[in-house]
């Protein structure tokens, strides 16, 4: 099995900085991939950023220039770097991993509140 621990979550004013982690642990043979998404309130769950094989970065077009993966980390870990926070960024974040065989976890999510 396999387990995925958030942390970093929190309340922050407009145009502050948080910086997410996950550390994933158990069976993980192979990374495919790992990242984060996020669910607002009464919204879906949608990609917020991922990293695959350790290298390629993607984002989601509303983070573009605001937040980042950090590239070079440990094994089995990621972090989000959330600069420049606006309220529309309050959401549920969750981390995500993408084994090499297809397989797909989730962390329990952690709260990111964005206000004044």
């Known amino acids: 099995q396999v387990q995925l621990v958030e942390s970093g979550g929190g309340l922050v004013q407009p145009g502050g900085s948080l910086r997410l982690s996950c550390a994933a642990s158990?069976?993980?043979?192979?990374?495919?991939?790992m990242g984060w998404y996020r669910q607002p309130p009464g919204k879906q769950r949608d990609l917020v950023a991922d990293?695959?094989?350790?290298?390629?970065?993607n984002y989601a077009d509303s983070v573009k220039g605001r937040f980042t993966i950090p590239r070079g980390n440990a094994k089995n870990t990621v972090y989000l770097q959330m600069n420049n926070l606006k309220p529309e960024d309050t959401a549920v974040y969750y981390c995500w991993l993408k084994t090499g065989l297809g397989n797909n976890y989730w962390g329990q999510g952690t709260q990111v509140t964005v206000s004044s």
């Open positions: 990293i695959t094989s350790g290298v390629m970065t």
């Open positions: 158990g069976s993980i043979f192979s990374i495919n991939a």
